[in-house]
């Protein structure tokens, strides 16, 4: 354990952003789940919906700095193209 408080501010600054950033990244795995269900069950207005969501979810994550800029074009493209390709 650290005995400079500096050192243990860090300590506790670092665990409270991982804690952060674990719940952002929970979101984003939950809204494309989401996205996906909505391709299988065959609704294409329920999946455009839900992209929406997503969309706005995982740029949401990018601009607090969870995800690198081209994750988020990965993510973002993957969805859409999905969504896209329903007959």
Do not use: C, F, P
């Amino acid at each position: 354990m650290a005995n400079i408080k500096s050192a243990k501010k860090r300590i506790l600054v670092s665990r409270t952003r991982a804690e952060r950033n674990k719940a952002i990244r929970s979101g984003v795995k939950t809204a494309i789940k989401k996205v996906y269900a909505a391709i299988e069950s065959g609704d294409k207005s329920a999946a455009q919906a839900e992209l929406r969501a997503a969309t706005k979810t995982i740029e949401m994550a990018g601009s607090k700095g969870v995800y690198h800029k081209n994750n988020i074009a990965r993510k973002v493209s993957r969805i859409s193209k999905a969504v896209n390709q329903m007959g």
